[in-house]
């Protein structure tokens, strides 16, 4: 019982230590280097532009949208999807260094 309750309530340490771990990832740094400008692109671009498997860089896109660090852009119609930088994601920015405004 004490162990269920050690750990509740302190979920925001937690969350910024998976946040910042999902950023220090070399592949995920390089995507997020690619949109923290405004960009859009969908995993097949990135793949291209950085030489890695369409899969390989969707799951990384998956890990960066479920931590807030990209959106999904709205198409209006079902296809891969395409992302860009969350405006939410400034934690992310000052991981990348990209934070000079």
């Known amino acids: 019982m004490a162990g269920a309750a050690h750990g509740r309530g302190h979920g925001g340490g937690r969350q910024r230590r998976r946040r910042r771990a999902v950023m220090l990832h070399p592949l995920r740094q390089r995507i997020g280097g690619m949109l923290v400008d405004g960009s859009e692109a969908g995993a097949t671009e990135i793949a291209a ?15 960066l949208f479920r931590c807030g660090v990209l959106e999904a852009v709205p198409s209006g119609h079902p296809s891969p999807p395409v992302f860009r930088w969350s405006p939410q994601a400034e934690w ?10």
């Open 49 to 63: 532009e950085l030489k890695e498997a369409p899969a390989r860089i969707a799951y990384h896109l998956g890990l």
């Open 92 to 101: 992310a920015r000052k991981l990348l260094g990209e934070d000079d405004e």
